[in-house]
């Protein structure tokens, strides 16, 4: 228990460092799969742009106001205040909607190895695990987008008889 008192503290202390508030001391430890199915209403409902502004929601108010993402009225009050319509999320929280959606998510992430969070996947290739320095997720962005974009490499440079302006020397 100390040991994990004292890993949070560093988060806490390193968050701190970048203007961020975090209270792990006294997040609730809670089921999220009903926050992850509003995630998927999310993306479906406003694409990925809506769905990152209900997890930011949902990280607010799991690290910085430690309320249980557990519970249905705090994950509405998220949704709601990202634009999702109430009757909407009332319903998917009553049903087993995106249940199917989640079971994937689930699947593909011990697929990827994932064992805990946060987990990060670039490209369907690379995975970094854990909080990692910035200088780790730069290297990781450099090398993917280079992978993703050979470099074009002449062979041969140029010959007397090439092609220019005028037409080809024969």
Same mark, same amino acid.
């Given at each position: 228990?100390? !040991?994990?008192?004292?890993?949070?503290?560093?988060?806490?202390?390193?968050?701190?460092? *970048?203007?961020?508030?975090?209270?792990?001391?006294?997040?609730?430890?809670?089921?999220?799969?009903?926050?992850?199915?509003?995630?998927?209403?999310?993306? *479906?409902?406003? /694409?990925?742009?809506?769905?990152?502004?209900?997890? *930011?929601?949902?990280?607010? @108010?799991?690290?910085?106001? @430690? !309320?249980?993402? /557990?519970?249905?009225?705090?994950?509405?009050? +998220?949704?709601? $205040?990202? /634009?999702?319509?109430?009757?909407?999320?009332?319903?998917?929280?009553?049903?087993?909607?995106? @249940?199917?959606?989640?079971?994937?998510?689930?699947?593909?992430?011990?697929?990827? &190895?994932?064992?805990?969070?946060?987990?990060?996947?670039?490209?369907?290739?690379?995975?970094? %695990? &854990?909080?990692?320095? +910035?200088?780790?997720? $730069?290297?990781?962005? !450099?090398?993917?987008? %280079? !992978? %993703?974009?050979?470099?074009?490499?002449?062979?041969?440079?140029?010959?007397? &008889?090439?092609?220019?302006?005028? /037409?080809? @020397?024969?």
């Amino acid at each position: 228990e100390d !040991e994990t008192r004292d890993m949070q503290q560093q988060l806490i202390d390193l968050a701190a460092s *970048e203007g961020l508030e975090m209270r792990l001391h006294d997040t609730v430890h809670t089921n999220t799969v009903d926050a992850h199915r509003l995630l998927h209403l999310a993306r *479906e409902t406003g /694409g990925t742009a809506l769905q990152r502004q209900l997890a *930011e929601a949902l990280f607010a @108010a799991y690290f910085t106001r @430690a !309320e249980d993402v /557990g519970d249905h009225a705090v994950l509405t009050a +998220a949704a709601v $205040g990202v /634009g999702l319509d109430g009757a909407r999320v009332r319903e998917v929280l009553a049903s087993q909607e995106y @249940a199917e959606a989640f079971a994937a998510d689930v699947a593909q992430a011990r697929a990827y &190895g994932a064992t805990g969070v946060p987990f990060f996947v670039v490209d369907q290739k690379y995975g970094v %695990s &854990g909080a990692q320095p +910035a200088e780790v997720f $730069g290297q990781l962005l !450099e090398r993917a987008w %280079s !992978e %993703s974009r050979p470099t074009l490499q002449t062979v041969g440079g140029e010959a007397d &008889g090439a092609c220019g302006p005028d /037409g080809c @020397a024969i």
